[in-house]
Nanobody, 119 residues
Framework: QVRLVESGGGLVQPGGSLRLSCAASGSFRSISAMGWYRQVPGKQRELVATTTSGGSTNYADSVKGRFTISRDNAKDTVYLQMDSLRPEDTAVYYC?????????????WGQGTQVTVSS
């Protein structure tokens, strides 16, 4: 089985920073894309940032210039550095990894970590 474990969420004041981590474990050949999504109650889950195994990145317009996604392929871990946080960044943040087993790629999700930006 595959497991994604997230960490790093919490309460921070506006303008502050947080760093999220997500480590994948289990039996698999490799990981294709990895990314972060977020969701607030009553709204659909939305993309925050993604990165490919080759290091290409993609960001939501709302976080460009403030958030940075990175990954350590040797550790099967993806990070999200969040700077200049705003109250509207408050959400549950979910990690997603596209896991490759043989010729099949399957998406897996973490359990989510709460990020609250408030004074």
């Amino acid at each position: 089985q595959v497991r994604l474990v997230e960490s790093g969420g919490g309460l921070v004041q506006p303008g502050g920073s947080l760093r999220l981590s997500c480590a994948a474990s289990g039996s698999f050949r490799s990981i294709s894309a990895m990314g972060w999504y977020r969701q607030v109650p009553g709204k659909q889950r939305e993309l925050v940032a993604t990165t490919t195994s080759g290091g290409s990145t993609n960001y939501a317009d709302s976080v460009k210039g403030r958030f940075t996604i990175s990954r350590d392929n040797a550790k099967d871990t993806v990070y999200l550095q969040m700077d200049s946080l705003r109250p509207e960044d408050t959400a549950v943040y979910y990690c997603k990894a596209d896991i490759r087993r043989n010729a099949v790629i399957t998406p897996y999700w973490g359990q989510g970590t709460q990020v609250t930006v408030s004074s």
